[in-house]
């Protein structure tokens, strides 16, 4: 089908060259080439099985991840960090989940009560939130450092093939509870966070299936737990969605069954008809000049004039799904005391690993500020010149930009050590990261390739609607956002 359609599109160019139209012309043959040598589709959902929300367990899914059920100490839910009109992140560098001053307060505004356990003025989550926006997309791992990974990545399958590792388990040993993929394997570990959702006096010495059985336990209403919600309507849904009307609810509402039913509403966050999906399938007009200009950029080598982008960001999903260290600055708690992250390292206790995030996917980028693992940049042009030039970045970085709520007194201390081993990486030929030196022109033209791989849906409101939830839910706990001006986000 891609083949046939830049057939056709080459035979179209050749009439354009004609009207004059050389420099577009001429952009278009380039990109033509880089299509078929990337073999890009321009859509990664194409020959996936993804739900659509108007299925009945995404529905489920959906009134349990705006269920504020589901934390520990029911001040908070899954999309306290995940909001559709965020991004499908929470517009913060670093997340506050629980023990907010304002429970339904997300994005720029919400604060971390001093009330609160572990109260030092910052957020309390020590990574930068990531979308759940096209999850059904990834197929080797979940989280910046993929501790939730597929043992047999099969591309297309989204982990559904050869078992899954999670933190429940060993290194490299399937988890035999982790779900059917990666992203129901994914919905079973925020609950479980002290910091997240969990709460620090709720089920404070259990083990993470403590905490799922007695979230499973307070939605059944079960014996010993029948006083835990006001309300409770959960049976009655369970039954309808999973089509079983007699089953009893310990039967039916299981951690198992919940997480089912979060990961097929993750799932059905499919957004991928960007403008460049658009001109990967024929459509010359849907890119501006400069966004095609962009693109060569991107896709063209350093020898050849160009960023060397995709080597990393490759794939119509525009990421490799590999761990790359690239020296973000290291800002908030940390993962340790001294607030260092060292990544990947901590799942595979491989040096190689020090330092090193998973490469995020660049659809819908432009909507999920801000970024880095730790959410230290506010701009794309930041975030540009930092992959051009870390050592430069981190040397010239402005604090000013910062929430001043963020911990950040030892981001160069924390960052050093990332300079180091990307140096390291670099003079033993291991890094993919180039040397290069960017115009401010060419950074424009960067981000302007960049900006089209936005699905526009994710930019309306009325469009996201279907994934966000009305009403007060089965147990009268469903979030309803607000920002920080108490306006309906």
């Given amino acids: 089908m891609v083949n046939f359609v830049w057939k056709t599109s080459v035979i179209f160019l050749i009439l354009i060259s004609l009207s004059g139209c050389n420099e577009d012309f001429w952009l278009n043959y380039q990109l033509s080439k880089e299509i078929a040598k990337h ?13 659509h929300i108007s299925e009945p367990l995404p529905q489920l899914g959906k009134a349990l991840f705006f269920s504020k059920a589901l934390g520990g100490d029911k001040d908070t839910a899954c999309v306290s960090c995940h909001y559709p009109t965020l991004g ?31 109260y030092d003025g910052g957020p309390t989550v020590p990574r930068n939130s990531p979308t759940v926006f096209n999850m059904g997309l990834w197929d080797r791992s979940i989280f910046h450092d993929g501790r939730i990974e597929s043992l047999f990545p099969v591309p297309g399958q989204n982990g559904a093939i050869g078992g899954i590792a999670t933190p429940d388990v060993s290194l490299g040993m399937a988890d035999p509870d982790a779900g059917i993929n990666l992203t129901v394997a994914q919905t079973r570990f925020p609950v479980t966070s002290k910091e997240e959702m969990r709460g620090f006096e709720f089920e404070s010495d259990g083990t993470n299936a403590d905490v799922r059985n007695h979230l499973a336990n307070r939605l059944q209403g079960a014996s010993g737990f029948e006083h835990e919600l006001d309300e409770n309507r959960w049976l009655d849904e369970f039954r309808d969605v999973f089509n079983q009307p007699d089953t009893d609810a310990e039967s039916l509402i299981t951690y198992g069954n919940i997480a089912l039913a979060l990961g ?120 540009i010149l930092h992959h051009a030039n870390p050592q430069q970045a981190i040397t010239q970085f402005n604090y000013s930009e910062l929430d001043q709520d963020i911990q950040a007194s030892m981001l160069l201390t924390n960052t050093r050590p990332a300079l180091k081993q990307l140096q390291t990486l670099r003079s033993e030929g291991q890094s993919k990261l180039p040397r290069i030196s960017l115009s401010d022109k060419e950074v424009l033209l960067l981000i302007a390739f960049v900006e089209s791989l936005t699905d526009p849906c994710v930019e309306d409101r009325e469009c996201l609607s279907p994934w966000i939830a009305t009403g007060n839910g089965p147990d009268g706990l469903t979030l309803h956002a607000i920002n920080k001006n108490g306006d309906p986000l």
């Fill in 39 to 51: 073999n890009f589709t321009g859509d990664p959902a194409e020959g996936r099985t993804l739900p």
């Fill in 88 to 118: 499908g992140a929470d517009g913060l560098a670093l997340p506050i989940g629980v023990g907010a001053e304002e429970p339904d307060v997300l994005g720029p505004g919400r604060r971390h009560s001093s009330s609160s356990e572990h």
């Fill in 264 to 383: 097929e509403y993750e799932r059905s966050m499919v957004f991928t008809n960007t403008p460049w999906k658009q001109y990967v399938q024929g459509d010359m007009a849907a890119l501006s000049k400069n966004a095609k200009k962009g693109a060569l950029l991107f896709f063209n080598e350093p020898q050849q004039g160009g960023a060397g982008c995709v080597n990393c960001h490759s794939g119509d999903n525009f990421t490799d799904e590999d761990f790359h260290v690239i020296a973000m600055p290291q800002i908030g708690r940390g993962k340790e005391d001294s607030t260092m992250d060292q990544g990947r390292w901590y799942v595979t206790g491989a040096d190689n690993d020090r330092y090193a995030f998973r490469t995020p996917s660049l659809l819908n980028v432009t909507k999920t500020s801000p970024w880095g693992h730790a959410g230290a940049y506010s701009s794309l042009k930041q975030v």
